[in-house]
Structures are given as structure tokens and as C-alpha cells.
């Protein structure tokens, strides 16, 4: 059968101009230092079937880091902590979790209904302790929609 899977993506974006929409409704990604790549890193977990479960709360500068916070997410699982939102413009839901004090990951769209959120929420905490790390990372370009074609390792 089947599991989960984080899988990487390298984020084209040399002023972070879009990083904070990765994580919407989310704190705004830290700004580009001097001299940092222009590519930032992020996952996501799938479900068997790619669905995306969630994703991560922030972007990293570097592939080994975000890696690094898959691990830390995976081993803190019995520490975690949600909490579920409502946009007060939209009345839509999303939630997020925390390690500690420390975002993590967050719903990768927002639900019409609270319970549509929950069984979301619940989905990603069942599938995190047993997902697999997928090796590379996918190349995203644009408006979020991955470049096939560039497949790989950075």
C-alpha cells in the first residue's frame, strides 16, 4: 500500500515577492537576506492518491532545511497543536499547527465548512508520522503550477 508522501519544491522567487502566498493567510515569509538564492524551498504532504494534506507554514533558503523541519515535524508529532480559523471576510476555514510556539505547516486551501476542516486537519496529523520523504525536488515556476520538465535534485 501506498503512503503519504512530503515531497520538496524549489520556489522561483528572487525578491519573495510571492513566498508569503504560499502559506495564505499565513505570518509573511522572512525577506530575502543579501546575497541568499532566489530559489526558496517549501513542501507539501500528499495523500496516495496527490491530494495535498497541508503544507509547510514558512520557505526555507535551502533544501537541506526544509528536509530538516520534515524531521522535526515528524518526531514532534506527539507535541503538536492546532488550531482552526475562520477568514472574518470570507467565513471560510483553515487551520494550522504549531510545534511549541513554532508554525509548522498549515491547510493547503481553505474549506467552506468547519467540518470539512477538522477531517482535514485530522487527514495531515494521521498521515504525518508515517509519510515518506521524497528525494529532489520539483521545480516551480509561475503562478505555483510545477514545471514538469524540471524535475530534480538542487
Known amino acids: 500500500m501506498r503512503s503519504a508522501r512530503f515531497i520538496f519544491l524549489a520556489l522561483h522567487d528572487p525578491d519573495r515577492s510571492r513566498s508569503p502566498s504560499w502559506g495564505r493567510n499565513s505570518d509573511p515569509a ?3 537576506r543579501p ?3 532566489a530559489v526558496c524551498f517549501a513542501w507539501l504532504l ?5 491530494r495535498e494534506l497541508g503544507r509547510s ?3 526555507w533558503d535551502s533544501y537541506a532545511a526544509g528536509r ?3 524531521g522535526i515535524l515528524q518526531q514532534g508529532v506527539e507535541q503538536l497543536e492546532t488550531s ?3 477568514d472574518t471576510a470570507t467565513g471560510m476555514w483553515t487551520w494550522r499547527v504549531t510545534l511549541g510556539d513554532r ?5 493547503g486551501r481553505m474549506y467552506h465548512r468547519e467540518r470539512e476542516c477538522r477531517y482535514s486537519l485530522r487527514t495531515f496529523l494521521a498521515a504525518v508520522p508515517g509519510a515518506q520523504l521524497v528525494e529532489g525536488v520539483r521545480q516551480v515556476e509561475g503562478r505555483g503550477r510545477p514545471d514538469r520538465s524540471s524535475v530534480g535534485s538542487l
Open 30 to 32: 522572512p525577506a530575502r
Open 35 to 37: 546575497g541568499a538564492p
Open 46 to 50: 500528499a495523500s496516495p492518491n496527490n
Open 57 to 59: 507554514f514558512r520557505v
Open 68 to 70: 530538516s523541519d520534515v
Open 84 to 86: 482552526m480559523a475562520t
Open 103 to 107: 508554525p509548522v505547516a498549515r491547510s
